[in-house]
């Protein structure tokens, strides 16, 4: 299944240009062209990285969650060499059926496990040979530790014993950690910038997944310096912060038309929500901002601009979203996009919640986990993970966004950045909820 997809050209003349107060060299932009049909030519990976100190050089455009063998084996036909998946996305058996007709050691697979009750070092051989069962294969490129959501899970005893287990048995390479924020509500609060780095101190990890994107900066920024110190290899996700301002807009629209009563925090909450939503509307009309897989496409070419990042972690659920993708690899940053990138930082990028920013935690009365709501529903409206997103938040038992409509929003009051997080969560709650 061939798609035509264009390529940019990369010359540019200029010295140097300034996206979100970041001087950056000129050789982050392209040349300004439309995107033109290649004469039905597939899109292929044109970049490869090293990965830290593993020395394996990855494609800049790596899989993330897809439940399609054949989306799985198209990307790998285009070059993609980095897989990303875990016990938790259920999608392990896919991507061992789709690589049974490949070099397994031209391919990098990075899995991870999560931090639960049983932190015994039996407990996560167990399931770690579960993953082997599922990929099909001997050997695991990668195991994580699955969102390290404070110092404590960072250095769990049990998982590292049996990481060092699976390595004197040849069946692990390699040990890295993920990074969505921390879920701590209660004082001492630990961001995600400070975990990572506790985790760059303990010298065992040699490679990260966190958030990075154009918007949240300032929160790893950091972190990626230090991992270059130290030779530690850096993926990334979420770096695509746009699609959350279309879905909410959609969503206000929605809840008008429905016309149903409301409670009035619940309505005063939207309201503060909508206020900014407004604001950000009469932004995109006045800087023509409407085209969100643009914006998507320049985001990604952002972050691939550090040179500190090994690859971007994508889902791509279908062959559309593979070749879009692959398609960016190799590319730059145009001088379009970058200025187009910083006017929705100023406009609509004010509605973004950022992963593993934790400001609003502590001060909410009913100690929910912000951070956790906040992610369950990225996977909802980012990742199409509509039914794990919400057995996630089901599994709060009561402990959720549902609150918030009785609340005064105190969580406001803390957000550095002027989000209207009571009026997000409570509309959250109406999507995973289904109330």
């Given at each position: 299944?061939?798609?035509?997809?264009?390529?940019?050209?990369?010359?540019?003349?200029?010295?140097?240009?300034?996206?979100?107060?970041?001087?950056?060299?000129?050789?982050?932009?392209?040349?300004?062209?439309?995107?033109?049909?290649?004469?039905?030519?597939?899109?292929?990976?044109?970049?490869?990285?090293?990965?830290?100190?593993?020395?394996?050089?990855?494609?800049?455009?790596?899989?993330?969650?897809?439940?399609?063998?054949?989306?799985?084996?198209?990307?790998?036909?285009?070059?993609?060499?980095?897989?990303?998946?875990?016990?938790?996305?259920?999608?392990?058996?896919?991507?061992?059926?789709?690589?049974?007709?490949?070099?397994?050691?031209?391919?990098?697979?990075?899995?991870?496990?999560?931090?639960?009750?049983?932190?015994?070092?039996?407990?996560?051989?167990?399931?770690?040979?579960?993953?082997?069962?599922?990929?099909?294969?001997?050997?695991?490129?990668?195991?994580?530790?699955?969102?390290?959501?404070?110092?404590?899970?960072?250095?769990?005893?049990?998982?590292?014993?049996?990481?060092?287990?699976?390595?004197?048995?040849?069946?692990?390479?390699?040990?890295?950690?993920?990074?969505?924020?921390?879920?701590?509500?209660?004082?001492?609060?630990?961001?995600?910038?400070?975990?990572?780095?506790?985790?760059?101190?303990?010298?065992?990890?040699?490679?990260?997944?966190?958030?990075?994107?154009?918007?949240?900066?300032?929160?790893?920024?950091?972190?990626?310096?230090?991992?270059?110190?130290?030779?530690?290899?850096?993926?990334?996700?979420?770096?695509?912060?746009?699609?959350?301002?279309?879905?909410?807009?959609?969503?206000?629209?929605?809840?008008?038309?429905?016309?149903?009563?409301?409670?009035?925090?619940?309505?005063?909450?939207?309201?503060?929500?909508?206020?900014?939503?407004?604001?950000?509307?009469?932004?995109?009309?006045?800087?023509?901002?409407?085209?969100?897989?643009?914006?998507?496409?320049?985001?990604?070419?952002?972050?691939?601009?550090?040179?500190?990042?090994?690859?971007?972690?994508?889902?791509m659920q279908n062959f559309d979203l593979a070749d879009e993708f692959i398609g960016i690899?190799?590319?730059?940053?145009?001088?379009?996009?970058?200025?187009?990138?910083?006017?929705?930082?100023?406009?609509?990028?004010?509605?973004?919640?950022?992963?593993?920013?934790?400001?609003?935690?502590?001060?909410?009365?009913?100690?929910?986990?912000?951070?956790?709501?906040?992610?369950?529903?990225?996977?909802?409206?980012?990742?199409?993970?509509?039914?794990?997103?919400?057995?996630?938040?089901?599994?709060?038992?009561?402990?959720?966004?549902?609150?918030?409509?009785?609340?005064?929003?105190?969580?406001?009051?803390?957000?550095?950045?002027?989000?209207?997080?009571?009026?997000?969560?409570?509309?959250?709650?109406?999507?995973?909820?289904?109330?």
């Amino acid at each position: 299944m061939k798609k035509m997809i264009g390529r940019r050209n990369f010359i540019r003349n200029s010295t140097l240009g300034i996206i979100g107060g970041t001087i950056v060299d000129r050789n982050l932009f392209s040349k300004e062209k439309e995107d033109k049909d290649q004469n039905g030519i597939e899109p292929e990976i044109k970049n490869f990285r090293v990965l830290g100190r593993t020395g394996f050089k990855i494609s800049d455009i790596s899989l993330g969650i897809s439940h399609n063998a054949q989306v799985v084996r198209k990307a790998i036909n285009a070059g993609v060499n980095y897989i990303d998946t875990a016990e938790s996305y259920k999608n392990q058996p896919v991507i061992g059926e789709a690589i049974k007709s490949f070099d397994r050691k031209k391919i990098f697979i990075t899995s991870k496990l999560e931090i639960k009750k049983d932190r015994s070092e039996a407990g996560f051989i167990k399931r770690f040979n579960k993953c082997l069962k599922e990929l099909g294969t001997n050997y695991i490129d990668c195991m994580m530790i699955h969102s390290a959501e404070n110092i404590e899970m960072l250095k769990t005893p049990g998982f590292h014993s049996a990481m060092d287990q699976m390595k004197k048995e040849g069946k692990l390479k390699y040990v890295g950690v993920s990074n969505h924020g921390s879920n701590w509500f209660v004082a001492p609060k630990i961001p995600m910038a400070a975990i990572l780095n506790e985790a760059v101190k303990d010298g065992r990890f040699d490679i990260f997944l966190m958030a990075y994107n154009f918007i949240q900066e300032d929160l790893g920024a950091e972190v990626i310096k230090n991992c270059v110190k130290e030779n530690i290899g850096v993926t990334l996700m979420k770096v695509n912060p746009v699609g959350k301002y279309y879905v909410i807009r959609d969503r206000i629209k929605k809840l008008e038309k429905e016309g149903k009563k409301v409670h009035p925090l619940y309505r005063k909450g939207i309201g503060r929500f909508k206020k900014k939503a407004d604001e950000a509307e009469k932004f995109i009309k006045k800087y023509n901002l409407n085209n969100p897989r643009k914006i998507r496409n320049g985001a990604v070419r952002y972050v691939l601009g550090n040179k500190g990042v090994s690859s971007v972690v994508c889902t791509m659920q279908n062959f559309d979203l593979a070749d879009e993708f692959i398609g960016i690899s190799g590319t730059k940053l145009t001088l379009t996009e970058s200025k187009t990138l910083l006017r929705y930082k100023e406009g609509p990028g004010r509605l973004y919640c950022r992963h593993g920013c934790n400001d609003c935690e502590s001060s909410c009365p009913s100690g929910l986990k912000i951070n956790d709501i906040m992610r369950y529903n990225h996977y909802y409206d980012a990742h199409n993970r509509e039914k794990y997103a919400m057995k996630k938040y089901l599994e709060l038992n009561g402990k959720d966004a549902g609150l918030c409509t009785e609340c005064e929003g105190y969580c406001e009051s803390s957000c550095s950045y002027g989000l209207p997080v009571q009026g997000i969560l409570s509309m959250v709650h109406k999507n995973l909820s289904l109330c």
